[in-house]
């Protein structure tokens, strides 16, 4: 079965602490892995779309990355707007374009 | 400019009755989805039309039963409103062609939060 897990669950920073957000995922043939953030109240607003293993994308002090198991999203020097949740999700080949998604990284950063 | 908009965004009944919640896009996709949003967060399918026409339907109860007059439209009308079913509803939009290219990604309105009493 399709799966999506993210780690971790919650990640507390100061501003221009940099990190990681993990999007492991389990899916048969990956059509393309997406990023999204949602604050509170909102809908998902979409960041990237990864399509292939080694593919790289990047916007402001995010960048996402993309192996066949799992895919990354590095902030570098966060600042507190970039506090929301970040949810990631696989679309499979063949699944009629749905999107799996994993249950998100609320992120939180102080400033 | 609304991309992908809902209506209602707060939508708050008591069990038993029968409540739709409207969704309408101005970016001229071709398909259309209904997500529920649970109390853990979680983004689940619940259905996809393509071009009005039903192309996922993700073991729901039939008491939902989406709608789509055109393919800027998707309402989603619930029966029989029960406690469970208290959550966030998204819809969303993506474009598809079949070769020259692709562009499947899926924008999302800005929800409507259901209460059943």
């Known amino acids: 079965e399709d799966q999506v897990t993210q780690s971790p669950e919650a990640l507390r920073l100061q501003e221009g602490e940099s990190s990681s957000l993990n999007c492991s995922y389990t899916v048969s043939g990956l059509r393309g892995l997406f990023w999204y953030r949602q604050d509170p109240g909102k809908g998902p607003e979409f960041l990237f779309t990864l399509y292939s293993a080694g593919e790289e994308k990047e916007k402001e002090r995010l960048k996402a990355t993309l192996t066949k198991k799992e895919s990354f999203l590095h902030i570098t020097a966060p600042k507190p707007e970039d506090s929301a949740t970040y949810l990631c999700a696989v679309q499979a080949a063949g699944s009629s374009y749905k999107l799996i998604f994993g249950s998100g990284t609320r992120l939180l950063v102080r400033p | 400019d609304t991309a992908v908009s809902q209506t209602p965004k707060y939508l708050v009944t008591q069990m038993g009755n029968d409540k739709s919640i409207k969704c309408e896009q101005n970016?001229?996709?071709?398909?259309m989805y209904w997500y529920k949003q649970d109390s853990k967060k979680f983004l689940k399918i619940m259905f996809s039309?393509?071009?009005?026409?039903?192309?996922i339907n993700e073991t729901v109860p039939n008491r939902f039963s989406p709608k789509s007059p055109d393919k800027a439209h998707l309402n989603l009308h619930i029966n029989s409103l029960e406690l469970g079913d208290s959550a966030v509803y998204f819809c969303a939009s993506s474009a598809r062609w079949i070769g020259g290219g692709k562009e499947d990604t899926q924008y999302f309105g800005p929800g409507t939060r259901l209460t059943v009493l």
């Open positions: 039309y393509n071009n009005k026409e039903l192309i």
């Open positions: 970016l001229g996709h071709d398909t």
